[in-house]
């Protein structure tokens, strides 16, 4: 019984003018000055989203056009017979179709068929199609000849919320009106006065928060206004309004703010706790804080601020939040805020999936500053991944030949199937004149590409510089003795079945100076196996050539361009058949998969 006197329904208060219609001054005016001036086309075109006045404009129009007594800023004047059949939707000059649930050829030919009957009293005939995009493709044929060409007495009204789904040829026969969403601060007059006719105490927090639920519709706005006031006699507050709308105190959130900032991880996880034991979802919690996120963003620039969409008197706490917290953090936090909304609904264990973007939350600071070195936010875009360390590569225990900024080279030929790569070294010293002329053989060949050009350049570069440091305090190394120590390591490893000793006995040796020396291979799969026993090769070199500075580069050079000791040219043939010698497997591979072989 009680209830019953606080129903405010959006029916009662759906405006009668079209001053009453709230947050559409724009569209109004305009229909105002076309009545008095009676430059109303015959079809309109009424787009906006649901809920904001499309069809109580597209009715107050009907009502207008037709009254009799037309006041002189073009309103009706609500107590002729007309209006008054309209105030109590007797009307017989106003139509309306929902396209969304009639939007057949039929339905349409019957609206056609009605349109070409004279109004039996009242000047219009206003037919209002609303959802029109709706309408099937056949349907909408259908109507245009009559939108072409209609009886003066005919106007039409087409309203939609999309409406780029609207075909050209009757958005051209159309003046298009576009509705704006509703602002939450004309909602919240609008509630207010209704409040105060209705004599219904409501606190205007209350009444924001509910503009803000309805997102710019008021239709919705009208209908939570009545169900909490039946809800709660008659008596709206911020808490009972919240409690009703499944909405969470923004409060909740600037404590979760403040347990991310601290990193205090239990307890924002016992802080969810508490909001789950009040019923609220997983998915109401995301959403809600990535709102709230969103919001202190918004405070971080002050002239942005005016779009802050809140509680009036949660602003200014808004505002000074913001100022403390960076803006990357609540990027990224939004961004885990975002990821896991998205993977809610597919996520088994949805009370785990919150808590663990809570967890990245608690963490996000701390990873942040990792990231960008601590030495300031902005590089970091997104962390949602688990945290990562820093690392320093591992300094083999061989001395690699050193490189100079600009001499490291890895070059590799367009055809991929060679490749070289030259560690350029300034470190050497006291090359001979000897080792020189060795390579020189290298240098002449004929280069394979621009790039292995440049390579060579940098290697005469560096011969000449080099060959200015020489200076003999020790005699330089021998060819013969490193091939012998070399053959020995090789042997070494043969013995132990060494998968490596194969690539050992196929590089070619080139000493570069007194201490150097290049152990080229052919490919990298070769490289890859001396470069497995760098750090005993090394030492066994040190010690049996009993040189302590003795230094390698291990370089793949296409074959043809090793200079071989004994310059052996293979055919393909021939060097199939030095592979199965070494390799009897592949053979065996051929035979097997039958293989053919192309040589
Ligand atoms: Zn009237």
């Not at 002189?72 to 004047?77: D, V």
């Not at 039929?106 to 206003?126: A, E, H, M």
């Amino acid at each position: 019984m009680q209830e019953a006197k606080f129903i405010v329904s959006a029916r009662k208060y759906r405006p009668q003018t079209f001053d009453t219609v709230v947050g559409q001054g724009h569209i109004t005016t305009t229909l105002k000055n076309a009545i008095r001036h009676r430059q109303l086309g015959h079809a309109f075109l009424f787009c906006g989203p649901r809920g904001v006045g499309k069809t109580t404009c597209a009715r107050i129009l009907a009502k207008t056009i037709n009254c009799e007594n037309q006041t002189k800023e073009g309103e009706a004047c609500d107590t002729c017979p007309s209006c008054k059949s309209f105030n109590d939707g007797a009307s017989m000059n106003y139509f309306e179709l929902d396209a969304a649930s009639n939007n057949s050829v039929d339905n349409i030919r019957d609206l056609v068929d009605q349109v070409r009957f004279v109004p039996q009293s009242g000047r219009y005939k206003v037919y209002v199609i609303d959802e029109v995009h709706m309408l099937s493709q056949a349907a909408f044929n259908a109507f245009l000849k009559t939108l072409e060409e209609p009886p003066a007495y005919a106007k039409f009204i087409l309203a939609t919320t999309e409406k780029h789904k609207i075909l050209p040829t009757i958005l051209s026969r159309c003046q298009i009106f576009d509705f704006k969403r509703i602002t939450t601060n004309d909602t919240v007059k609008h509630l207010e006065e209704i409040c105060e006719k209705e004599a219904i105490k409501a606190e205007r927090t209350a009444l924001q928060v509910i503009a803000q639920k309805s997102e710019g519709c008021m239709r919705d706005a009208l209908s939570i206004l009545d169900k909490i006031v039946s809800f709660t006699a008659g008596e709206l507050d911020y808490a009972n309004t919240l409690e009703h709308l499944n909405i969470l105190d923004a409060e909740f959130y600037f404590k979760l703010l403040q347990c991310m900032q601290e990193q205090d991880l239990s307890g924002a996880m016992l802080l969810y706790d508490e909001i789950n034991r009040k019923g609220f979802e997983g998915d109401v919690v995301l959403n809600g804080f990535a709102e709230f996120i969103r919001n202190l963003l918004v405070c971080k620039d002050e002239k942005a601020a005016g779009l802050l969409e809140v509680v009036e008197s949660f602003k200014d706490k808004y505002v000074s939040t913001a100022k403390n917290v960076s803006a990357p953090l609540l990027v990224s936090a939004l961004n885990i805020l975002n990821e896991t909304e998205i993977n809610y609904k597919a996520a088994r264990n949805k009370r785990l999936h919150v808590e663990l973007a809570i967890i990245k939350l608690c963490y996000l600071q701390q990873a942040i500053e990792i990231s960008s070195g601590g030495s300031g936010l902005s590089k970091k875009k997104r962390i949602d991944g688990p945290v990562a360390y820093k690392t320093k590569s591992i300094t083999p225990f061989a001395p690699e030949v050193k490189t100079s900024p600009g001499a490291k080279l890895i070059i590799e030929t367009s055809s991929a199937e060679l490749s070289i790569a030259k560690e350029a070294t300034p470190g050497y010293e006291k090359p001979t004149a000897a080792v020189t002329e060795k390579i020189t053989p290298v240098q002449q060949a004929p280069a394979k590409s621009t790039r292995i050009t440049a390579l060579d350049k940098i290697r005469q570069q560096y011969l000449s510089d080099s060959a200015e440091l020489m200076e003999a305090n020790e005699p330089p190394l021998a060819q013969e003795s490193l091939m012998q120590v070399w053959g020995e390591y090789t042997n070494l490893i043969k013995n132990e079945k060494n998968p490596a000793s194969h690539s050992f006995e196929v590089a070619v040796l080139r000493i570069i100076d007194g201490d150097s020396f290049e152990i080229v291979v052919a490919d990298f799969i070769e490289k890859q196996f001396i470069e497995k026993e760098r750090n005993r090769l090394f030492e066994f070199l040190q010690n049996k050539l009993d040189r302590k500075n003795i230094k390698f580069a291990l370089v793949v050079e296409e074959k043809e361009r090793i200079i071989h000791p004994d310059e052996i040219v293979l055919s393909s043939k021939e060097q199939f058949q030095k592979m199965i010698e070494t390799y009897p497997m592949v053979l065996e591979l051929k035979n097997r998969l039958k293989l053919d072989l192309d040589y």
